[in-house]
């Protein structure tokens, strides 16, 4: 054997039981998945860590935080993220809009938290009080929805108040300030905005909403990430049944993850009862209502059948 030789021989040797002495760790570390997971303030992550619900995941988890459904929307359509918690009324903007996206899970909730509040002071008393006002909401929002709804249910057009989109803390902001008459917005905003006694609610969505919110997810993930998604909604689902056998724990952990008061924390937690759900045919024409109310307002150009929009293949039993 040349020098040569055998110096190439001593490379490819040491090459390979450089490999060899990698950790089984490491090696195994590089080919878990990666689920990129969109989360809203006070959701997700935080119902996770508080229940010890990503314990023993077999994939790695990279988070995003969104402060509305709309950005968190658009994170889904760039790819940017594989899932995430959004509201029907949002779900369906992204979806005229054309996003790759289904919703995986569904979930009924009590909809008093997602309402139009106002001023302590303010003289409003009823939703017919907003024809000619000011209502800071985002556009496209659970709040948008709910704020059509309830001027619409007192007789008004949606023409008939004058709306201005803003994200959640500029339009918190915009009301305590007065350069608006309303905010529409969701929890935990309203619970916080209730215990800090900055607003009051003027009309909430009982009655309005059927408290609808889903687990979404982008085509690509669902084809390319399915187990990790399904495994990922059950720990959710589990994480839900446990923060209600926790109420105190739970809201404790919740206040100190999102920064808000513990007693906004467990007020907006309490009152949400928050309920998995199958993906039946309720839920399918409950969000054909909303898809249909969107239209009759002039919010979305086309009719959108929301059938091909879901995924009924995904687990939520606890």
């Known amino acids: 054997m040349t020098q040569a030789s055998r110096r190439q021989f001593i490379t490819h040797t040491l090459a390979g ?4 002495a990698l950790p089984t760790a490491l090696l195994h570390a590089q080919s878990r998945p990666v689920l990129k997971a969109g989360d809203q303030k006070g959701g997700l992550r935080a119902l996770l860590e508080a229940a ?4 023993g995941l077999a994939y790695d988890i990279q988070w995003s935080e969104f402060p509305a459904a709309a950005p968190l929307a658009e994170a889904l359509n760039a790819g940017a993220v594989d899932s995430g918690p959004i ?5 369906i903007f992204a979806l005229a809009a054309g996003t790759r996206v289904k ?3 569904a979930n009924r909730s009590d909809s008093y ?3 139009v509040l106002v001023r302590p002071d303010s003289p409003l008393k009823t939703a017919a009080d907003l024809k000619g006002k000011s209502i800071a909401t985002n556009r496209g929002s659970i709040g948008h929805y709910v704020s059509l709804k309830a001027i619409t249910t007192a007789g008004l057009k949606p023409e008939d108040v004058n709306f201005r989109f803003l994200a959640p803390a500029d339009a918190k902001l915009a009301l305590t300030q007065g350069s608006v008459d309303a905010w529409a917005t969701w929890e935990p905003y309203t619970a ?4 800090s006694h900055h607003a009051r609610v003027l009309v909430s969505g009982r009655g309005l909403l059927p408290g609808l919110s889903y687990l979404a997810a982008t085509d690509a993930a669902i084809a390319a990430k399915r187990p990790v998604l399904q495994d990922f909604l059950q720990r959710v689902v589990k994480a839900q049944a446990w923060s209600y056998r926790n109420v105190d724990a739970f809201s404790a952990t919740l206040a100190r993850i999102i920064g808000i008061p513990p007693e906004a924390a467990k007020l907006q937690f309490e009152r949400r009862q928050q309920n998995w759900v199958p993906i039946d045919g309720q839920v399918i024409a409950d969000q054909q209502r909303t898809a249909d ?3 009759q307002v002039g919010l979305i150009k086309q009719p959108l059948d929301v059938r091909p929009t879901f995924d009924a293949g995904f687990a939520t039993s606890a």
Do not use: Q
């Open 17 to 20: 039981a450089t490999a060899l």
């Open 52 to 55: 010890g619900g990503l314990e």
């Open 87 to 91: 509201g029907d009324a949002p779900l």
């Open 103 to 105: 919703a995986i899970g």
């Open 113 to 115: 938290g997602t309402a």
């Open 192 to 195: 916080l905005a209730e215990t």
């Open 293 to 295: 109310f969107y239209h």
